[in-house]
């Protein structure tokens, strides 16, 4: 992992962070979509773009995250930088779980699954092992509860898949 790397993993955790992250998001949406989902938090942890479609408004709506790959999917978690209230990108998939990810420069259909029991706690395990700070977040909810979502690809080309490698 980058020096820089390193160094945001180790200072996520601060509510100063999470604060900062978000008001880096609109940029980082811009980045992600003039680069094509090529990078993504400054390339600094593996991230994708999700879009989704507005619960309310009916449009298209895109959020860098942070993922974990599992398998032929992209794991994420609804952590809202630990704000007590759900991110507005995971109520959409509740709504509707049709997405679509930008990763490495691709683009792939996927459906959204919410993990529950011994599958969710697998996947949070794999998910803090990424990115440590999620524990620190979960405190800041709240007692809210942490939406972990696999996003399997409809189409070919998933981070096991043969068209989702490099």
Excluded at 86 to 115: H, I, S, Y
């Amino acid at each position: 992992m980058p020096v820089l790397g390193a160094l945001t993993r180790r200072v996520g955790h601060h509510r100063w962070f999470g604060a900062a992250a978000r008001l880096l998001v609109p940029a980082d949406r811009v980045v992600g979509r003039l680069t094509r989902g090529r990078v993504v938090a400054l390339g600094l942890v593996p991230s994708l773009v999700v879009t989704t479609t507005g619960r309310r408004s009916g449009k298209p709506r895109s959020n860098p995250l942070l993922y974990v790959p599992d398998g032929g999917a992209y794991v994420v978690v609804g952590t809202n930088f630990g704000q007590t209230h759900q991110p507005g990108w995971a109520l959409n998939l509740l709504a509707d779980p049709t997405a679509e990810v930008a990763v490495k420069g691709r683009r792939l259909p996927v459906r959204a699954e919410v993990a529950t029991g011994a599958e969710r706690e697998r996947l949070w395990r794999l998910l803090v092992d990424q990115w440590p700070a999620y524990e620190a977040y979960v405190r800041r909810a709240g007692g809210r509860e942490i939406l972990v979502f696999r996003l399997v690809p409809t189409g070919r080309g998933g981070p096991g898949g043969p068209e989702g490698r490099g």
